[in-house]
């Protein structure tokens, strides 16, 4: 498992008992709200599940919803000192307001199927408010299940899924930017790459990056200086597209918009250094 970075200001979407919060709320938003889902479809095709089940199925839609967003706000704490993957960032903050829609639409057919009098209860149920209501729920549900599992594997992906990288002999320059990153935070394990090539051609000018601007050989400028990502391309949580596009080019504006001040990814991007660039 690739370790990740505590927060350090302890709030409640950091940190509990000292536990990164994230992983215990989206564990709770990842099994409730597909649950819920699952519950407004099959109250909704089967009325008689609908009166007994209802009102919990709307208890339990409100609870996921609540957790979902906990989930998010403590991925918002965590991307501030992370490497998190776009894809999962994106669609973690879709999910809590689909699910609070669903919660409302779902209310709103519960609400209209539920008269006192048994007459005027299945004439609801026939009614074209509870059909829309009831059948656009069940849509939404189904959709909420999806984006649910799509998250759930962006964010097992970048924990599980992407290969430990191991610190190989670097150029001197690399070497110590590396373990300069690494003493600044001690208690916070940092996965490096495989380190830059040691022996680079002609100066590193924003020329020679320029050439180095592919698959096969991908160089790039952050804060001055020069990085060989071509190793990195298949490796990065976030996807290929996201180096790619910093192949031949200063790419110091997109890396510290998607990571700020995150010292893993600048221990990461760190161990393939080629050197500062030149005038």
Not at 47 to 74: I, Q
Not at 162 to 173: E, N, Q
Not at 242 to 251: K, S, T
Request: with cysteine; hydrophobic share 50%.
């Amino acid at each position: 498992m690739t370790p990740l970075p505590l927060p350090l200001d302890g709030g409640i979407f950091d940190t509990i008992g000292g536990i990164a919060a994230h992983p215990l709320f989206v564990h709770a938003a990842v099994v409730l709200i597909p649950l819920t889902s699952l519950a407004v479809i099959a109250t909704v095709v089967l009325p008689r599940w609908r009166a007994r089940y209802g009102t919990l199925t709307l208890l339990g839609l409100a609870v996921a919803t609540v957790a979902g967003f906990f989930a998010m706000e403590s991925g918002e704490s965590l991307l501030r000192n992370a490497n998190v993957p776009v894809d999962h960032q994106f669609w973690g903050k879709v999910v809590p307001f689909l699910a609070l829609g669903l919660t409302a639409l779902y209310g709103a057919f519960w609400a209209f199927t539920r008269p006192p009098e048994a007459a005027s209860r299945a004439a609801a149920r026939r009614s074209p408010v509870s059909l829309l209501a009831g059948g656009l729920a069940a849509v939404l549900a189904v959709a909420i299940l999806a984006l649910t599992m799509l998250v759930g594997h962006s964010g097992a992906t970048a924990v599980w899924g992407t290969p430990a990288p191991t610190t190989a002999t670097a150029s001197p320059s690399a070497s110590a930017t590396t373990s300069a990153s690494a003493s600044a935070s001690s208690s916070t394990p940092i996965v490096t790459a495989s380190a830059a090539p040691t022996t680079t051609v002609g100066p590193l000018t924003l020329a020679t990056v320029a050439t180095h601007n592919s698959a096969t050989s991908c160089w790039s400028v952050v804060s001055s200086n020069v990085y060989d990502l071509t190793a990195w391309i298949s490796l990065h949580p976030g996807g290929s597209s996201r180096i790619l596009q910093m192949c031949g080019v200063d790419a110091t504006a997109a890396f510290s918009a998607q990571h700020g001040n995150s010292q893993r990814a600048k221990g990461v991007l760190a161990s393939y250094l080629l050197g500062p660039l030149a005038a």
